[in-house]
Structure formats: C-alpha cells, structure tokens
C-alpha cells in the first residue's frame, strides 16, 4: 500500500518540508539511505551538495542517474533506500527516464508496495495514474504519460492562490475530464497531502479537489480526501 508524503514546494526557501516528513523513516537507523532521483531536472548537479547536506546526519544520499547508470545499479539502490525522494523539475523529462531507462517498473512496484515517498512538485505529479495534469512543456517529446499510479488521484502543483489564477487553471484543468474520469488534487504551495494506504488526508496548506462533471471542492486539513 503507497506511503507518499507529497507536496506542491518543498520548504520554505528550503527543503524542511521534505526534511520532516521523511525524518521518522531514517532516524535510529545507522545505515539509512535515501534513493535521490532528481530525474526532473537538466541540472541535478547543481543540488547535489545542498540537499546531501540538508539530509546530512539523517541519512545518506544515494543519487540515481538514468543516463549513466545500468538498471540493475539502480534498482539495487532502490532497493536498499529507507525513502525514496523525488524532487521537482520538468514532469514529462522525469517520467520519460525513469521509463526510457526501465526503472519505472521496479519503482512502481516498489512504491506500491509500500517503500516510503518525498516527493515535491513533478515528484508529486508522478506519483498518480498519469502525468497529464501537469502544466510542464513536454521538451522531451515524450510519448510515456502513464506514473507511478500509486494513488488514484491525479495531481496538480503550484495551484494559485488568487481567484483570478483558480479561474484559468480550472477551465485548463477541466479538460483533462473530457477524456479521464478520476480526480484532481490541487496542490497550493506550502500544502502537504499524505497518501496512507488507501486513505489520502490534506495535512495542512491550502488544496482543492476537481471531480468529473462537478464543482472543486476546497480540502480541510486533517480530513480524509475521498472520491
């Protein structure tokens, strides 16, 4: 059963929101290890000190690289992680090397299964049935869209905050429902959804739910999201 602590920013020009979350799966344990897959991005390197400094005396980071790594190398991280991290970028560059490079399977089933998920922005999107929901150029020219399907919801970050910015990102997102039936989350920033198994709870932050065929539905914290 999925095990996601996801979200639409990761901290507050920080990643403490990812920090906290994943804390209680690597503390007390002197061989943690959090798979790092910042697939998302063209610029991984640049982030590589910062974030290995930020989980620095909680666990260590094990990078994944799908352009230079064989599979079995990165499933054996994947599979020795206490967590698996995924932060944010282009969605559709992310999706595409983690099934360009056939770790998408393993991952899906791994993540399925129950191994703990940080995952912020596209790390968030990635997470659903499908990847459609995100507003990212498809740069790549990617034809690979399905995600981890750990969860039955589509999501949607950086949700705005101002009416006026809701009103446009609704009438785009509501297209997606002419052709898929499941349900949106939108992620505002600063918003924190936890996926439990089956049940789906907005932590805290601000987030509304997009159903087929009806109006969105703003999200109270603490409440279970249902469909």
């Known amino acids: 059963m ?3 602590h996801l979200f ?4 507050k020009d920080d990643i403490r929101y990812i920090i906290e979350a994943s804390r209680p799966y690597l503390e007390g344990k002197s061989d943690a290890t959090v798979a790092y897959l910042p697939l998302a991005s063209l610029y991984a390197e640049r982030w590589q000190e910062y974030t290995e400094n930020s989980f620095k005396g909680l666990a260590r980071l094990e990078t994944i690289n799908a352009e230079t790594m064989s599979l079995p190398q990165m499933e054996e ?3 020795r992680a206490s967590l698996v991290y995924i932060p944010g970028g282009n969605t559709f560059l992310l999706n595409h090397r983690l099934h360009a490079s056939r770790l998408m399977i393993f991952l899906r089933r791994k993540v399925q299964a129950g191994l ?3 995952g912020f922005s596209a790390g968030a999107v990635v997470c659903g049935p499908n990847i459609l929901t995100s507003k990212d150029m498809n740069t790549v020219s990617t ?3 399905e995600g981890l399907n750990a969860t039955t919801f589509n999501f949607s970050a950086h949700y705005p905050l101002d009416a006026h910015g809701q ?3 609704d009438e785009w997102l509501a297209d997606y429902h002419f052709f898929h039936d ?3 989350v939108m992620l505002c920033d600063g918003a924190y959804v936890r996926v439990d198994g089956r049940k789906t709870t907005l932590v805290r932050g601000e987030a509304w739910i997009l159903r087929k065929d009806q109006e969105k539905e703003k999200l109270e914290e603490g409440k279970l ?3």
């Open 2 to 4: 999925a095990n996601l």
């Open 8 to 11: 639409s920013s990761p901290g």
């Open 77 to 79: 991280i994947v599979r």
């Open 116 to 118: 703990p998920v940080a």
């Open 143 to 145: 034809s690979y869209f």
């Open 167 to 169: 009103s446009a990102k």
């Open 182 to 184: 499941n349900p949106i």
């Open 225 to 227: 999201i249902s469909l």
